[in-house]
């Protein structure tokens, strides 16, 4: 804001290089005055000037082609030295003027009148000024409507500074304002830091339940907290609900250690009687040079502080090799949703099942794989969880179906009747017309639910949500086949197993793989082998890679594995041709 200039010689500099910077809304607004101030006192030149520590500029003229000029050559300086209107009705008797250039080349300059242009504080940030070829005195009723055409200017001036730089709640200068102002610095070097207050979600629950205006008292009193802990030198800006920043140039600044603990226990108040803890997290852009711009600045704080609060931390600085991943991240979304609508890249793969009973081959698990045309091969487990939180899950989800019943198509054409079974994620189970859309699917191809399966792992989220559930009873009620994913890691309560209408169990590799060799692992997987079997369920164990292990989960009642001691992944002509030839061995 175009105020306390004063008091803050930096916030001046700011201002006045905001001002001299390059606006064509404003400078053309100016251009009317000028034009304005040169009808109404009949002159042949006016110009807005602004002026630094170097040179004077001209923001808007006319009939004047000079843009700026040094301050040994402006007679604006004896105008902002005196804080009033100068006039000098002859600059050749002038002693200081009759030496300009402007005074001693054609055109000659002869008469000149400024006028200080000032913030409401009374800090003069620039003239407003009118030059003739002749000597001149301006009458009394001259003098009083140039003085109202500089107020004017000053008014208009301080309103475009401030028309979208404010916070309208805490009356801070806002994102807006503070980029600008980064854009501005003539420092080579500053460091951005990033203050995230309030957590948005519980902010948005304090308005559905407080309303806004209690909220709004909340962060009036942040920014004041804030500013009375940190006793910051430099302005304090509002980027965000809730995020303050504040960016600085000197190099022994305070360490985000330091402004942790200065903020530690800090509270705001809804109203007088009820304080709010803050849960503070800070990001740092780290030291940025002045060939970044303001946005990137910005960028890097926010990318600083976001990691801060994904890993839990109170602080960080801004780390490239991080920052490079997410990027990667991004890059791999952008890309997977240009395989997926231009139908390239991406393809499925399929590993079997085999009964411990029979022998015989029960089904294969479809799995998705993607080669990337300048990463190559891209494993699921780097692109999955980057798209389960963004609306291109159902797109991918989609797609493998389509797929997979494509090619259940063709196997049935060739006689080859191969239950399929495909992963899904939570957010597809709760969706209410996912089930009709699967069962519609299927019959379209002339196929049965019962030879597509659904497999799924977070159980947890499924547990949590109502309509996952009532998803996987509509699922089960038109006759697909229902398994839970990796049984034994991460979250697997058995005592919730009878909440999710489960057909099949699998048991995951990391309790599979050592029970050749571990007793305790053994006897761990007989006991839940047995107790899902007396629970009815069909149970099969993941990544079996040995014949000694398959022989210890036959002895165990296991029913089915699956693993590279049978199969790996295979595409779907490669299985053909497995699954024949073991066919052809088997009596």
Not at 405 to 419: E, H, T
Not at 437 to 466: D, W, Y
Not at 492 to 502: G, V
Request: net charge negative; with cysteine; charged share 25%.
């Amino acid at each position: 804001m175009l105020t306390d200039l004063s008091s803050d010689e930096s916030k001046k500099r700011a201002a006045i290089s905001m001002l001299k910077s390059h606006d064509e809304i404003r400078d053309e607004a100016l251009k009317k005055y000028t034009l304005l101030a040169c009808q109404l006192l009949k002159m042949p030149m006016c110009f807005v000037s602004v002026l630094d520590d170097e040179k004077q500029y001209i923001k808007s003229a006319q009939n004047i082609t000079v843009t700026e000029t040094s301050l040994g050559e402006a007679f604006c300086t004896n105008t902002l030295e005196q804080g009033e209107t100068y006039i000098c009705t002859d600059t050749q008797r002038h002693p200081d003027f009759k030496t300009y250039e402007a005074v001693t080349k054609s055109p000659f300059v002869r008469f000149y009148a400024g006028c200080p242009l000032k913030t409401q504080d009374g800090i003069a940030v620039g003239t407003l000024c009118l030059l003739d070829t002749q000597p001149r005195i301006l009458s009394d009723e001259q003098i009083n409507i140039f003085e109202q055409l500089a107020g004017l200017v000053s008014g208009f001036l301080a309103s475009w500074y401030n028309v979208g730089y404010i916070d309208i709640v805490t009356l801070l200068p806002n994102r807006q304002r503070m980029l600008k102002d980064i854009s501005v610095s003539k420092e080579s070097t500053l460091k951005l830091v990033i203050i995230d207050c309030i957590d948005m979600p519980f902010a948005y629950e304090m308005a559905r339940s407080l309303g806004m205006t209690a909220v709004e008292n909340l962060l009036r009193d942040m920014s004041v907290q804030l500013q009375a802990r940190l006793q910051l030198t430099e302005q304090l800006y509002v980027v965000a609900v809730g995020r303050f920043a504040y960016f600085t140039y000197e190099k022994e600044n305070l360490a985000l250690e330091n402004i942790a603990l200065c903020l530690r226990g800090i509270q705001a108040k809804i109203n007088p009687e009820v304080p709010l803890d803050l849960d503070i997290h800070i990001g740092d852009s780290g030291s940025c040079d002045s060939s970044m711009t303001s946005v990137e600045i910005l960028r890097r704080a926010v990318s600083a502080l976001h990691e801060a609060i994904s890993r839990g931390y109170r602080f960080m600085t801004y780390d490239e090799a991080l920052d490079n991943q997410k990027k990667n991240d991004f890059s791999l979304l952008t890309g997977l949703r240009e395989a997926l609508h231009e139908d390239r890249g991406l393809y499925l793969v399929y590993q079997p099942k085999v009964s411990l009973v029979t022998g015989r081959v029960t089904g294969v698990e479809a799995l998705l794989r993607w080669k990337h045309a300048e990463y190559g091969e891209v494993l699921p487990g780097l692109f999955i969880p980057l798209v389960e939180r963004t609306s291109l899950m159902r797109e991918l989800t989609g797609w493998v179906i389509d797929h997979a019943i494509a090619q259940l198509s063709q196997w049935r054409d060739r006689g080859i009747f191969l239950p399929v079974s495909i992963n899904l994620a939570a957010s597809d189970f709760s969706r209410p017309d996912f089930a009709d859309e699967l069962e519609q699917k299927i019959l379209n191809a002339g196929l049965t639910p019962a030879l597509l399966g659904v497999e799924c792992l977070e159980t947890e989220r499924m547990l949590e949500n109502p309509a996952t559930l009532n998803g996987l009873e509509m699922l089960k009620l038109r006759g697909f086949s229902i398994s839970l994913d990796d049984f034994g890691s991460g979250y697997s309560n058995i005592n919730y197993l009878r909440q999710i209408p489960m057909d099949i169990i699998k048991l995951d590799r990391s309790i599979v793989s050592k029970i050749a060799s571990d007793k305790a692992s053994r006897i761990v997987v007989h006991n839940v082998v047995r107790l899902l079997k007396q629970l009815d369920y069909v149970v099969l164990a993941e990544g079996v890679e040995d014949d000694k292990t398959v022989e210890i989960l036959r002895e165990l009642c296991c029913d089915e594995v699956q693993g590279y001691v049978y199969a790996r992944p295979m595409m779907a002509r490669d299985l053909e041709v497995w699954y024949d030839a073991r066919n052809e061995r088997r009596p």
